[in-house]
């Protein structure tokens, strides 16, 4: 049985989970499957732009994976999204993790730039200050910035339970991954929760004496997030 959390994302765990996600062909077929609906090969072939033979292959192995899973003569999501923290064995699990995380994150480059080309342009005034950045660099120990995407997790389980599961607008229109839409309500079609993401700290930072040992602090870019969890749907 796959492990779903409690918002309904499948919890990646295994490697071959992490390798089947890692090919670019297969994320962007996971990426417009829904466990609400059911698309055929042909459908998906025509929406990535691939042969239906490859298609099928990576579909066969997100199956084999517990990732997607066939219905009749289609196939549809197990879960909302997913999720996967990078594991710290056996050696293969963690490269797999690592490449996935890597795909993802090439994947999932321009849809900043395509929000800001299709959806920014048509935010009213309201929309378009809060969805705004600021250039802040925000130094964090792994130990914060683990807390902090924790604190982000919980945010959909904070939204109203007949949210939709699906986008109110084309994922083109919205400029967002398809699967980053689970919580926009279909009577307010400016709500952004794909636009820019600010990693503002929601809790004030753990305080430590001065004896304490902490993990290196990194610069984290204040508009980025982690790829720990991505695909939401």
């Known amino acids: 049985m796959p492990e779903i959390n409690a918002v309904g994302d499948l919890v990646l765990t295994l490697p071959n989970q992490f390798r089947a996600l890692a090919d670019p062909l297969a994320l ?5 499957l829904r466990p609400t609906s059911v698309l055929p090969t042909s459908a998906l072939a025509a929406a990535v732009g691939a042969p239906e033979a490859d298609v099928e292959a990576r579909l066969v192995r997100l199956e084999e994976a517990g990732i997607v899973r066939r219905d009749g003569d289609g196939w549809t999501a197990v879960a909302k999204g997913i999720v996967f923290e990078m594991p710290d064995e056996p050696p293969d699990a963690q490269a797999a993790a690592r490449a996935l995380t890597t795909t993802m994150l090439l994947q999932y480059a321009d849809v900043p730039r395509r929000w800001v080309d299709e959806a920014e342009p048509g935010l009213d005034v309201e929309w378009a200050r809060a969805a705004g950045l600021f250039n802040t ?9 683990r807390a902090l995407q924790e604190e982000l997790e919980t945010l959909p389980r904070r939204t109203s339970p007949a949210a939709p599961t699906t986008c109110p607008t084309a994922p083109a229109a ?10 926009q309500p279909r009577d307010d079609p400016q709500r952004s929760d794909s636009g820019p993401m600010r990693a503002t700290a929601l809790t004030a930072p753990p305080t430590r004496k001065p004896s304490e040992t902490v993990a290196p602090a ?3 870019a204040s508009s980025t997030r982690s790829a720990k969890s991505i695909g939401s749907r």
Not at 176 to 182: A, E, I, K, L, Q
């Open 137 to 145: 660099g925000v130094r964090l120990t792994s130990e914060e910035l």
């Open 174 to 183: 919205c400029g967002c991954s398809p699967t980053s839409c689970r919580t």
């Open 28 to 32: 962007a077929l996971n990426d417009r």
């Open 218 to 220: 990194r610069e984290v």
